[in-house]
């Protein structure tokens, strides 16, 4: 009787244990968050509060050129999101088809496989990226459009950012696909439905949400991509939707800017934070887009 009360006791104490330390990292979660925006906020402050930068030339303006007066965040927003919507165009049709065929089709020696190459590919640097995108990519696209495109490129550097989101698309695609119960499909062979039928018109609607939420979180992941376009995309602010023009994002401009000597206090410092704090609310964004998403279109199933 006394061994079985002891056990107890050593197992309640390993659960408190275990429950604190889940509790303090939950706790150390938040506290960086926190810390992270004050930061951020603190710095990009003493950018809004030069007399020269207003609201109205930060959100208006197509010209980024602090030194010289010219504050438009859309010359850095508009690479931004060209890129990123280059990479989803190709990461979303590619990661779905190889989560349906992993999901639906695949045999488990191919999943074997297939799932391990994937997550080479996730594990991949993107510096390495970056220069696959300019020394691979980018005369392969030049053969194609001659003089047209330029040699840095927001298309080659969307395009690999496609390359380097894919996996995870495809990855939580999959867990959102295989979590649909076998009943439905079941069910729809049971009305005459093929197994392309099943996957495209049962399986896949019933896993909209977490599909919905691999999209939002590959998007986040694209805009907040620094190394890939850094080397492939340019070093210089540019407002154009033209992906075969050079233009900077804003990772990649504050990637630049801060490899440089500035001085502390600077408009050209503080500007940075500004962007940062820019970047940082388009992902909270996107990620209250992705929740939003996950709770309106969850399925429930008993």
């Given at each position: 009787?006394?061994?079985?009360?002891?056990?107890?006791?050593k197992?309640?104490?390993g659960?408190?244990?275990?429950?604190?330390?889940?509790?303090?990292?939950?706790?150390?979660?938040?506290?960086?968050?926190?810390?992270?925006?004050?930061?951020?906020?603190?710095?990009?402050?003493?950018?809004?509060?030069?007399?020269?930068?207003?609201?109205?030339?930060?959100?208006?303006?197509?010209?980024?050129?602090?030194?010289?007066?010219?504050?438009g965040?859309?010359?850095?927003v508009?690479?931004?999101l060209?890129?990123?919507?280059?990479?989803?165009?190709?990461?979303?049709?590619?990661?779905?088809?190889?989560?349906?065929?992993?999901?639906?089709?695949?045999?488990?020696?191919?999943?074997?496989?297939?799932?391990?190459?994937?997550?080479?590919?996730?594990?991949?640097?993107?510096?390495?990226?970056?220069?696959?995108?300019?020394?691979?990519?980018?005369?392969?696209?030049?053969?194609?459009?001659?003089?047209?495109?330029?040699?840095?490129?927001?298309?080659?550097?969307?395009?690999?950012?496609?390359?380097?989101?894919?996996?995870?698309?495809?990855?939580?695609?999959?867990?959102?696909?295989?979590?649909?119960?076998?009943?439905?499909?079941?069910?729809?062979?049971?009305?005459?439905?093929?197994?392309?039928?099943?996957?495209?018109?049962?399986?896949?609607?019933?896993?909209?949400?977490?599909?919905?939420?691999?999209?939002?979180?590959?998007?986040?992941?694209?805009?907040?991509?620094?190394?890939?376009?850094?080397?492939?995309?340019?070093?210089?602010?540019?407002?154009?939707?033209?992906?075969?023009?050079?233009?900077?994002?804003?990772?990649?401009?504050?990637?630049?800017?801060?490899?440089?000597?500035?001085?502390?206090?600077?408009?050209?410092?503080?500007?940075?934070?500004?962007?940062?704090?820019?970047?940082?609310?388009v992902?909270?964004?996107?990620?209250?887009?992705?929740?939003?998403?996950?709770?309106?279109?969850?399925?429930?199933?008993?």
């Open positions: 009787m006394s061994q079985s009360f002891d056990l107890k006791k197992t309640r104490i659960e408190s244990a275990i429950q604190s330390l889940l509790f303090l990292a939950g706790i150390l979660s938040i506290v960086t968050t926190v810390a992270i925006v004050y930061e951020l906020g603190k710095e990009a402050m003493l950018f809004f509060g030069n007399p020269d930068v207003t609201f109205a030339k930060f959100f208006g303006g197509t010209q980024w050129q602090p030194g010289i007066g010219n504050y965040i859309w010359a850095l508009s690479a931004t060209t890129t990123s919507a280059i990479a989803i165009f190709i990461a979303l049709p590619l990661g779905l088809a190889a989560a349906v065929y992993l999901s639906e089709y695949a045999s488990p020696k191919a999943r074997g496989i297939l799932k391990p190459i994937l997550e080479i590919l996730a594990g991949i640097p993107t510096v390495v990226y970056g220069y696959f995108a300019l020394l691979f990519v980018t005369p392969i696209l030049k053969s194609f459009f001659g003089d047209h495109i330029q040699v840095y490129n927001m298309l080659s550097a969307g395009l690999v950012m496609g390359i380097m989101i894919l996996p995870l698309i495809s990855s939580m695609s999959e867990d959102a696909l295989s979590a649909v119960p076998r009943s439905l499909r079941e069910a729809a062979y049971a009305m005459g439905a093929t197994k392309l039928e099943s996957s495209l018109q049962v399986v896949l609607p019933a896993a909209l949400s977490g599909i919905g939420a691999a999209l939002i979180l590959g998007i986040s992941r694209a805009v907040g991509e620094t190394m890939i376009v850094a080397v492939a995309s340019g070093a210089g602010p540019n407002f154009s939707f033209n992906p075969l023009e050079a233009a900077e994002t804003m990772t990649g401009h504050i990637a630049r800017i801060s490899g440089g000597d500035l001085s502390y206090n600077s408009i050209d410092y503080t500007s940075l934070f500004a962007i940062a704090l820019m970047l940082f609310l992902t909270l964004v996107l990620n209250l887009i992705s929740q939003w998403i996950v709770g309106r279109f969850r399925e429930r199933y008993e």
